[in-house]
């Protein structure tokens, strides 16, 4: 049988001697989430099998069951020899949703709370020479209001902008073989003006630590440094500029050794501001030109069945004249965002928050743990160039946000990534931010035009949410979500979910899609924007692509269009 998802899922920190274990798994239920009371970490066999890494929900999975799970557990055994015990064996996990807990041979190795940072453990002196069993339980609640759940539907069925939901494991697992001494962690710090890359980072024990850039195949600079006390700083000085740009992401592979341990990586040469409400690239004001991307799919759900399809979303984006993308409400697997990097392909980190209530306290707890998770695992991608952890902080049930979250969150992102902006919640309600951002679904060009004339001439920003936050003059703006016309001829007015009423005919979409589209882009104070959606998701039928991504319009057309000079733009 063939492994899914093959290819190694981290490339920014890549070691040849690692092992998939993507497949098949033994799986059960727990739908009484008593598992653990019933000691099913100590169980030779599990009931059913699964196709790890699709979650149960999933027909890619072998299971496809589509109610409430509460809980469940996983088991397979790895084979370890005498040598590999003379280092450390690190257990990865790319993500598992909600919370889980990691069992080798009967005994617990860790737990992990949070449905989508990738996390690890040190199993090394859990296991044997010869086999051993790895037991993973996960239990999941996403109608709790205690977790982040993103796009995952609290019904039964799917409705709206909620789709099917994601349970345990949904991203690859692996082993990797390391030296005693080895490297754990590693931060790029590009400076693009004096050509360096700076680094930094941890390492197990000390001694010298070495990284060796080239591009393509050409090497360009080379830095060694003694490590002591678990830390590295080092700065690696370029003798060929090549920056990353819009399309070309220009990528320096780079090698890292630390005594016996050799690490493959990569960085990106590139720098992001925000000057007099303009976003510069490299010291160049650009237009973000973003579509909104929900990172579903037919048949894996939260898991793209291999990285083909990951690469196609992508250039089915570019095909229509996006250069980036908001990754909405979920946050996407390191190897997505490789491809980003590699194909110049600008992207907004996001987290899940949907389904948190923030209007109590642990709402804070129940986000900040992970939310630094993540920005650590992505921080070295050029392809982000700014973080968004929050996506519209409605209030619950008449109970207000708690506005010092949002706050705490984005000056911890702040104090952890100096180098990109913030959006602290996108849409609403904004409580500090270093960009301005609005959601507006209005459907008549006009309309939407007359929306933002006065903005247009330095006059006011028109913001739907005025009683709970105000725009600070100066602040960029970016309409963050926009359009989500509804578009699918093959179903009734009642049958697809989409914003406003549907266009009678194509010419009538392409009209009203350009009328919106082009009002921002002639804005000379609005420097982004995001259109919903780049495809459909189950239901939701406001997608350029269907959900099997098909074009639903020529893409020169709507290419042609998104594309035109921005006022913005030098």
């Known amino acids: 049988m063939c492994i899914p998802r093959p290819e190694h899922p981290f490339p920014q920190m890549e070691r040849n001697n ?55 557990w996983y088991k397979r055994s790895v084979e370890v020899t005498e040598e590999e015990l003379k280092g450390r064996i690190l257990l990865h996990f790319g993500a598992v949703d909600y919370e889980c807990n ?86 790029y710090y590009p400076n693009i003006s004096e050509g360096q890359l700076y680094i930094t980072g941890t390492v197990a024990g000390s001694g010298t630590f070495k990284a060796v850039a080239s591009y393509q195949g050409k090497k360009c600079g080379e830095v060694s440094v003694h490590a002591e006390n678990g830390n590295i700083q080092a700065v690696l000085k370029l003798s060929e500029i090549h920056l990353w740009e819009l399309g070309e992401g220009n990528l320096y592979d780079l090698e890292l050794q630390f005594e016996q341990d050799v690490v493959k990586s990569y960085f990106g040469l590139r720098e992001v501001k925000l000057k007099n409400m303009k976003f510069y690239l490299n ?42 993308a908001r990754l909405h409400e979920k946050v996407f697997e390191a190897r997505f965002l490789y491809h980003c990097d590699k194909m110049g392909y600008m992207v907004w980190g996001e987290h899940a928050n949907w389904g948190l209530d923030i209007s109590k306290p642990s709402g804070l707890y129940a986000f900040l743990p992970e939310w630094l998770e993540i920005v650590e695992r992505d921080f070295n991608h050029p392809s982000i160039v700014g973080w968004c952890p929050f996506n519209e902080t409605w209030d619950n049930r008449g109970r207000k946000q708690i506005d010092d979250t949002l706050r705490i969150v984005y000056l911890t992102t702040k104090q952890l990534d100096t180098t990109r902006p913030c959006i602290d919640t996108s849409g609403n309600f904004h409580v500090i931010t270093d960009i301005y951002d609005l959601h507006n679904y209005t459907q008549d060009p006009d309309k939407f035009k007359e929306y933002y004339e006065d903005f247009k001439t330095g006059g ?14 100066g602040l960029p703006v970016f309409i963050s979500e926009y359009g989500g016309i509804k578009w699918d001829p093959a179903v009734s007015e009642e049958g697809g ?24 882009l002639e804005n000379p104070n609005i420097f982004a924007f995001c259109y919903t959606q780049l495809y459909d998701v189950e239901q939701e039928v406001n997608g350029l692509y269907t959900y099997y991504r098909k074009a639903k319009f020529d893409p020169a057309v709507i290419k042609a269009i998104n594309t035109k000079k921005a006022a913005v733009e030098e």
């Open 18 to 72: 690692w092992k998939n274990l993507n497949g098949e798994w033994q799986f059960e239920f727990d739908f009484g989430n008593s598992g653990i009371d019933r000691k099913f970490y100590e169980k030779k066999e599990l009931k059913d099998k699964i196709i790890v890494p699709f979650c149960p929900e999933s027909e890619l999975s072998g299971i496809n069951y589509k109610d409430f799970i509460p809980a469940v």
């Open 460 to 473: 006011e920003l028109k913001d739907d949410h005025i009683k709970r936050q105000q725009y600070t003059l």
């Open 102 to 187: 990691v069992y080798v041979n009967g005994k617990e190795v860790g737990t992990h709370k949070g449905g989508y940072a990738s996390f690890q453990f040190d199993i090394t002196d859990f296991l044997g020479k010869g086999s051993n069993d790895i037991t993973v339980y996960a239990k999941d609640d996403t109608r709790s209001g205690l977790q982040p759940k993103g796009k995952q539907s609290s019904g039964y069925y799917s409705s709206g902008c909620d789709y099917t939901r994601t349970t345990g494991i949904w991203q690859t697992v692996w082993v990797e073989y390391v030296p005693v001494k080895h490297i754990k962690t590693v931060k």
């Open 283 to 324: 010291g160049k004001s650009i237009f973000q030109r973003l579509v909104l991307d929900q990172g579903f799919y037919p048949d894996g759900i939260y898991t793209a069945p291999d990285e083909e399809t990951l690469v196609r979303d992508i250039t089915l984006s570019m095909d229509m004249g996006f250069n980036g």
């Open 497 to 520: 979910w989409g914003y406003g009423e549907a266009p009678k005919t194509e010419e009538e979409f392409i009209s009203r899609y350009d009328g919106l589209t082009t009002t921002l």
